[in-house]
């Protein structure tokens, strides 16, 4: 089945810890992206790419890191400069920017 | 002002009953999606918009460009409809989220 994975479902951290967020599709598609969710507030731009070994900043990047390295594969690095990394993180890809994007089941993060 | 507001924020419906979801937007668009947002997080794209309609099974999506405002409408609602529903609008190639609206429909 094609589809897009996120693991862990639920992840927790520890104050000072960096923790990666794992995104992989089967969808063959080009581009690729983070989304962090809050309560109460709509999905917010971490981080995009439109190509393997490109990314792009979003609206929030502060805090976070990602890399390219393989067309299936969009990893999100939450670091400890992330004051407020406790939310809901969404990965989703689409064939070119513009297009449909799907999305992937979502990755829980806790602070301990 | 966030430049995606939905209304209403929550909805009850009883089962059988026709909804509607708004959405209206403050920005130049190039589409417009509509979400559906399940309690254990996943996300599924309904429609994409550019102009006019667009209908799949009971749900039915409009978008006005003039007014910039969309509808969401679903015909013979049912418990499993009971979901978030996501409107976003697509400009410069970006995504801009409202924040959703809770529907719940009982049987």
């Known amino acids: 089945d094609g589809g897009i994975t996120q693991s862990p479902k639920y992840l927790f951290r520890k104050e000072g810890q960096n923790v990666t967020l794992s995104c992989e599709q089967n969808?063959?598609?080009?581009?690729m992206y983070w989304y962090r969710q809050d309560p109460g507030q709509g999905l917010r731009l971490i981080y995009y790419?439109?190509?393997?070994?490109?990314?792009q900043k979003g609206d929030i990047a502060e805090g976070y890191s990602v890399s390219r390295e393989k067309k299936e594969s969009f990893p999100l690095t939450v670091t400890s400069a992330q004051k407020n990394p406790t939310a809901f993180y969404l990965c989703?890809?689409?064939?070119?920017?513009?297009?449909?994007?799907?999305f992937g089941p979502g990755t829980r993060l806790l602070v301990l | 002002k966030n430049e995606v507001e939905q209304s209403p924020q929550n909805l009850t419906a009883q089962e059988g009953e026709f909804i509607t979801i708004n959405c209206s937007y403050s920005?130049?668009?190039?589409?417009l999606h509509w979400l559906q947002q399940h309690p254990g997080g996943g996300i599924v794209s309904l429609f994409m918009?550019?102009?006019g309609k667009k209908k799949h099974g009971r749900l039915i999506a409009t978008i006005n460009i003039q007014e910039k405002h969309s509808s969401l409408h679903i015909t013979a609602s049912h418990p499993r409809d009971s979901a978030v529903y996501i409107c976003?609008?697509?400009?410069?190639?970006?995504?801009?989220f409202g924040k959703g609206t809770l529907l719940t429909v009982n049987p």
């Open positions: 989703a890809s689409s064939i070119g920017q513009g297009e449909t994007q799907y």
């Open positions: 969808l063959n598609h080009d581009a």
């Open positions: 790419s439109q190509i393997v070994n490109d990314f």
């Open positions: 920005v130049g668009i190039s589409a």
């Open positions: 918009l550019s102009s």
């Open positions: 976003a609008v697509r400009s410069n190639y970006k995504l801009t």
